[in-house]
């Protein structure tokens, strides 16, 4: 099945630096990556996905990269807020039969005010 | 809308006794996931059911754990006998269409066993 790894397990940033989170899969065929961001104590949240058939997607200050060839995408988080401090997972998917959505083990992000 | 609902928010019980959590989808969405959380293992999905049928249970770590979905507005997850290894946080998810639409998570269920 789908296996997906997260670097660095814990990032540091200052307040308004960006931040970077690198997701690596290893089944070529996968098409779907979602990123949810957990905040201590509470339930994840979708915050961006993006599909195959795009290389990148932005939503404010999120943005999404996918390196098909490589099988890694990446978080980009400009302009960090206090607020941005959570645990970000990633998942990766083959959107065709009976595939689950495999996820990461999480990285921490803690931008330092 | 209310968001997905789940119960109790903590459960706190002794090996060997039963357990049931609950959990009640947003109105409409027709796919319902259970997952574990636990430092160790991180997000783990137990099971998938789409339209109320399981579609994916490979995740349920062993006979101990049982699902259902009897309507389309509940679900139960029973661990029978529990032991102090499946204290985790259990998350109840749902969406409109199955992976590939957003999942909106419950509040999740924080499991003790002693």
């Known amino acids: 099945g789908e296996n997906v790894e997260q670097h660095p397990s814990t990032l540091s940033v200052q307040e308004g630096d960006s931040a970077v989170i690198k997701c690596t899969y290893s089944?070529?065929?996968?098409?779907?990556f979602p990123w949810y961001k957990q905040e201590l104590g509470k339930r994840p949240q979708l915050i961006i996905d993006?599909?195959?058939?795009?290389g990148e997607k932005k939503d404010q200050r999120i943005a999404v990269t996918l390196n098909k060839t490589a099988k890694h995408f990446s978080l980009h988080i400009t302009e960090t807020q206090p607020e941005d401090s959570a645990v970000y997972f990633c998942?990766?998917?083959?959107?065709?039969?009976?595939?689950?959505?495999?996820f990461g083990k999480g990285n921490q992000v803690v931008v330092i005010p | 809308d209310a968001g997905v609902i789940q119960s109790p928010r903590h459960e706190v019980t002794e090996m060997g006794q039963e357990v049931t959590l609950r959990c009640k989808p947003i109105?409409?969405?027709?796919?319902l996931f259970w997952y574990r959380q636990t430092m160790m293992r991180g997000l783990e999905l137990l099971i998938y059911f789409n339209n109320n049928v399981p579609i994916d249970d490979s995740g349920m770590p062993e006979d101990r754990f049982s699902a259902k979905m009897p309507n389309a507005s509940f679900s139960t997850l029973k661990i029978q006998p529990s032991e102090p290894r499946d204290s985790a946080v259990y998350f109840c998810?749902?969406?409109?269409?199955?992976?590939?639409?957003?999942?909106?998570f419950g509040p999740g269920t924080r499991l003790t066993v002693l």
């Open positions: 998810a749902s969406s409109s269409g199955g992976y590939t639409d957003t999942q909106y």
């Open positions: 089944d070529s065929a996968s098409n779907y």
């Open positions: 109105s409409g969405h027709n796919s």
């Open positions: 993006i599909r195959s058939n795009v």
């Open positions: 998942a990766a998917l083959k959107a065709y039969g009976n595939n689950r959505l495999a």
